[in-house]
């Protein structure tokens, strides 16, 4: 299994700003992606992040507001852009290991203000 | 478009006392269904995978299963760090890895 870090595990934010989360996974994946978890729900994906290329997103979610970097193999950034209240949420990293299983980060616990 | 609907939402139970936790799936063909385990404030833990219908797996007192619109979690006399959040998920052909996600069930073991 793969060990994923993600910095910060939490931080609370003005609107209108912008946070970048960090997932630095302990071994080189082929896939990276970015959940969403809102309050009492489910996980839902924002996106694939590619490795070298554009990050691949799902319906609702666009580059603008979640810009995605993967400059290698064990290392994504996912940015939360023009915050507002309704972006407070959980937003977990994942990384896809050999049998298609997927581990998941800790979470960053955001608060916008 | 892939579902996943998990049973109950939120189920007590008293330590010792066994029960069943389901996930019905609707998907274009299986490629993986996956147990997680959540606890408050952390990312999900993963379980098990499980590839096709009669296919089962075991972890302490957990045992999935599998069939070809559903999948159980057994849980046998379960103690109170059982207590979490499972989660279902599943992945179909051709979806580069994307999982989907069910709501998960609230597990909670008293003494």
């Known amino acids: 299994s793969a060990v994923i870090s993600q910095k910060p595990s939490r931080d609370i934010c003005q609107r209108g700003t912008s946070l970048t989360i960090q997932c630095q996974v302990d071994?080189?994946?082929?896939?990276m992606f970015w959940y969403r978890q809102q309050p009492g729900q489910s996980l839902t994906l924002i996106a694939t992040?590619?490795?070298?290329?554009?990050?691949?997103?799902e319906s609702g979610f666009v580059i603008d507001k979640f810009p995605i970097s993967r400059p290698n193999l064990t290392f994504s950034t996912l940015t939360v852009s023009n915050m507002s209240p309704e972006d407070s949420s959980i937003y977990l990293c994942?990384?896809?290991?050999?049998?298609?299983?997927?581990?998941f980060g800790q979470g960053t616990r955001l608060t916008v203000v | 478009e892939d579902q996943v609907t998990q049973s109950p939402e939120a189920l007590r139970l008293q330590e010792g006392e066994s029960s069943s936790l389901n996930c019905s799936y609707t998907?274009?063909?299986?490629?993986?269904l996956f147990w997680y385990r959540q606890d408050p404030g952390k990312g999900p833990e993963f379980l098990f995978t499980?590839?096709?219908a009669g296919e089962e797996k075991e972890k302490e007192r957990l045992k999935a299963t599998l069939t070809k619109k559903e999948s159980f979690l057994h849980i046998t006399a379960p103690k109170p760090e059982d207590s979490a959040t499972y989660l279902c998920?599943?992945?179909?052909?051709?979806?580069?890895?994307?999982?989907?996600f069910g709501t998960g069930t609230r597990l909670q073991v008293t003494l």
């Open positions: 994942s990384a896809r290991g050999e049998k298609y299983e997927a581990f």
């Open positions: 071994s080189q994946v082929t896939m």
């Open positions: 992040a590619n490795q070298g290329s554009e990050a691949t997103y």
């Open positions: 998907v274009s063909g299986l490629r993986g």
């Open positions: 499980l590839y096709s």
């Open positions: 998920a599943v992945q179909a052909p051709g979806t580069a890895s994307k999982l989907t």
